[in-house]
């Protein structure tokens, strides 16, 4: 038997990470066994589905490098298409299926109706589980007359349904929990949980990997293989992702971030309302108000908040770690690790490592902890191990995406200079940024502490305008050249180099923190050297 793995989503939202991890164990699983792995959209949600969601799931799943071998723009399939929205007439076939053979039925209910009878199970401390309600041909001209739609439903089995899960071993799920689910709502589109199972059956889908947070509906899915007489999937449900607090992480912890930082900002003003931050952001005032009434936890409108109050939201979605100057490769081998483990305390693991290793025996059933400081540290340890072809490559992507940089219009040759004096010191391609900041643009100011260290004490301060004569005398402008010059220069005078390079690094960055100030002194320009110099002595003096 082929093993075929699919990644299911619904373009709903960007790609967060715990989607990014199942997609990764669907690929790692298929390429342990040299099957498949597919992609499929599942977009039969007209109202929250949307192009541009899915063209960002595509986007960042290729940004991961998690590629498809069947699925959107695949050519090789004769399973596609790879939309559910294309899918709809096989969907059809396999209603009316159902209905012939009496497994399926319209209802009828609104859903003021439904509300009521679930006020009523809910009155009687009962669990509410729909079940058919018979109604006479007079009634159903009536419900038509009033212009109800039916949906339709699959009548439940009347058994137990053992999921045999193959990380968290046998689920029962009682007869009398199990509810006649809709499967095709009154806009005609099927249900996630009906087009789910013909598609998987219908592209050959051998291993089902998702999330815990649907365990629950898989029994409804056996059901309708069960119905359908075909045999269903094995499945295997990952463990869920939380938050270092131990909260579900989930896209809502932006719009909880944003919220909290509109109502200090607004607190701050002295007012209670928040016309100023919709004028300010653009938005519409009552979409806001929504939002902060918890009605509504749009991820845009909560950015929007963040970026205009100068906030940072918790990085959720695999694109904010794109922003952030995350390698893909690293935030692969964090991921894989988040719920699995290969044993033997391996961690550093390409794509084809985890592939070889990866089996679901090894995948926990208690939920993982999301921790950034491991993956900013996994992250720098790549940085340190890329070629500087890979580095270079990936430094060029961050650029490409990121708002605002130094770099935007550093010629290629001098940025791989950066990228080699700082790789040492970079956990994220951020990083670099910042901490290369001082090279762009003059300090406005002294570490007080460094500078009364380094260059009130000691005879430092008078000694600058000298340094500054010395450095703007060095003919070879190069790491040796300079070194040799500043070294000789330093020897005549019986100085250590320790009471040059700090002053220096004082004078040109504000701290005491710099890369090796050869290389530092190499990388700027000299005359700015000068200038720098000559601007801390007058200041300090
Ligand atoms: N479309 C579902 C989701 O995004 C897929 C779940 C599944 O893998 O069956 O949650």
Request: proline share 4%.
């Amino acid at each position: 038997m082929t093993v075929r793995t699919r990644f299911a989503p619904s373009p709903t939202g960007s790609l967060h990470v715990g989607g990014a991890r199942t997609a990764l164990y669907c690929l790692l699983m298929a390429r342990n066994a040299q099957g498949q792995f597919l992609l499929r959209i599942e977009d039969t949600d007209r109202k929250r589905s949307t192009e541009e969601a899915a063209e960002g799931i595509i986007r960042d799943m290729k940004w991961l490098g998690l590629h498809w071998d069947e699925g959107p723009g695949t050519e090789n399939s004769d399973v596609g298409p790879f939309f559910q929205s294309q899918r709809l007439e096989l969907y059809h076939k396999y209603m009316n299926q159902l209905i012939e053979s009496g497994h399926a039925y319209e209802a009828w209910e609104t859903t003021e109706e439904l509300g009521a009878m679930r006020d009523a199970a809910m009155a009687d401390k009962r669990n509410f589980r729909y079940r058919q309600v018979h109604y006479t041909p007079e009634q159903i001209s009536r419900f038509k007359a009033e212009g109800r739609t039916p949906i339709l439903r699959f009548k439940a089995p009347n058994h137990d349904i053992v999921i045999a899960d193959e990380v968290l071993g046998n689920v029962r799920v009682a007869a009398e929990d199990l509810e006649d689910i809709v499967i095709r709502k009154a806009d005609g589109f099927p249900t996630y949980h009906f087009a789910v199972v013909i598609d998987d059956h219908h592209m050959g889908i051998t291993h089902i990997l998702r999330g815990q947070e649907h365990l629950m509906n898989t029994p409804k899915h056996l059901g309708l293989y069960e119905a359908l007489g075909w045999e269903p999937p094995r499945n295997a449900h990952l463990p869920l992702i939380f938050n270092p607090n131990g909260s579900k992480m989930s896209k809502r912890d932006k719009a909880k971030a944003a919220r909290a930082a509109a109502r200090d900002a607004a607190k701050d003003r002295g007012t209670k309302t928040y016309e100023w931050l919709a004028e300010a952001i653009s938005w519409d005032l009552d979409e806001l108000n929504q939002f902060m009434k918890k009605k509504y936890d749009g991820v845009k409108l909560a950015e929007a908040i963040g970026a205009y109050l100068g906030v940072d939201l918790p990085m959720i979605e695999v694109m904010d770690f794109r922003k952030g100057g995350y390698l893909p490769e690293a935030l692969n081998n964090y991921l894989a690790l988040l719920g699995w483990s290969p044993g033997n305390d391996l961690e550093f693991m390409d794509l084809q490592t985890m592939s070889e290793k990866f089996s679901t025996d090894r995948v926990n059933k208690t939920a993982a902890k999301f921790d950034t400081v491991k993956l900013t540290s996994m992250n720098g340890e790549y940085i340190r191990q890329a070629t500087p072809e890979r580095l270079m490559e990936a430094f060029q992507d961050w650029l490409q995406i990121t708002g605002e940089s130094h770099f935007k219009d550093v010629a290629p040759e001098r940025l791989a200079l950066f990228l080699e004096l700082y790789r040492p010191r970079m956990s994220t391609l951020a990083d670099l940024d910042k901490q290369a900041a001082f090279f762009f643009e003059a300090p406005t100011g002294y570490d007080p502490k460094a500078a009364k260290k380094f260059i009130l004490k000691g005879g430092g301060l008078e000694r600058l305008p000298e340094l500054a004569e010395a450095v703007g005398a060095v003919s070879d402008w190069t790491v040796e050249g300079i070194e040799s010059s500043l070294k000789a220069w330093a020897e005549a005078r019986e100085l250590g180099m320790g009471k040059i390079a700090q002053p220096l690094r004082i004078a040109l960055t504000g701290t005491s923190v710099s890369p090796g100030i050869f290389e530092t002194l190499a990388l700027m320009d000299k005359d700015e050297v000068v200038r720098r110099i000559e601007a801390c002595h007058a200041a300090l003096a």
